[in-house]
């Protein structure tokens, strides 16, 4: 049974770094083919996929977000961690994590239950 | 980046409606075109993958079809629990993006 639980603050001020952890089981990120990241949904917007780090260690991010984004892995702690600097309010969102079964399809077979993190002063 | 756009963005239908929901890339994305189900306030569930594959456990009335970069989702029978808001995804290249959502509506 796959399970990923995101966890960190609900509050950061502006030009504060974010950091969040996925914490997961039932699987190896080790894995073929196997990969974890991070998708974001503003209140009452659409889903914006961040940023994904894979089985070989390969990270893709998205372009626009790519200079403030960083994805590693501990594979003994069985954790993704995603960090994100100089936040704005923008930036407000619940975050998710999402696992991906297969690199070369590109689905999302199972996401946490996301975790809200609001920029403000 | 490819563009991925929904239509229309919101839709009324009654249960037992059969509805289409379409999403087109700004480029041809093969089959790699992914269907998701949200309820507010949850997390997205995967429904279809590589255009028309059904994700295991998900209802038989939920079917995917296209290529290239015209692709639909088709609800046959809505049932009540289907009123929430539907999201596609291409994985054709990273950054792999979503439509702007589908909320289908009583």
């Not at chain 1, 974001?40 to 070989?56: S, V």
């Not at chain 2, 049932?79 to 993006?97: A, G, L």
Request: glycine share 8%; with cysteine; aromatic share 12%.
């Amino acid at each position: 049974q796959i399970t990923l639980k995101e966890s960190g603050p609900t509050l950061v001020k502006p030009t504060e770094t974010l950091t969040l952890t996925c914490s997961f089981s039932g699987f190896s990120l080790s894995t073929s083919g196997v990969g974890v990241g991070w998708i974001r949904q503003p209140p009452g917007k659409a889903l914006e996929w961040l940023g994904f780090i894979f089985w070989d260690d390969d990270k893709r991010y998205s372009p626009s977000l790519k200079s403030r984004l960083t994805i590693t892995k501990d594979i003994s702690k069985d954790q993704v961690v995603l960090r994100m600097t100089d936040m704005d309010p923008v930036d407000t969102a619940t975050y998710y994590c999402a696992h991906s079964s297969d690199f070369w399809s590109g689905l999302l077979d199972y996401w946490g239950q996301g975790t809200l993190v609001t920029v403000s002063s | 980046d490819i563009q991925m756009t929904q239509s229309p963005s919101s839709l009324s239908a009654s249960v037992g409606d059969r509805v289409t929901i379409t999403c087109r890339a700004s480029q041809s994305i093969s089959n790699y075109l992914m269907w998701y189900q949200q309820t507010a306030g949850k997390a997205p569930k995967l429904l279809i993958y590589d255009t028309s594959s059904l994700q295991r456990g998900v209802p038989s009335r939920f079917s995917g079809s296209g290529s290239g970069t015209d692709f639909t989702l088709t609800i046959s029978g809505l049932q009540p629990e289907d009123f929430v808001t539907y999201y596609c995804q291409q994985s054709h290249r990273t950054p792999w993006t979503f439509g702007q959502g589908t909320k289908v509506e009583i």
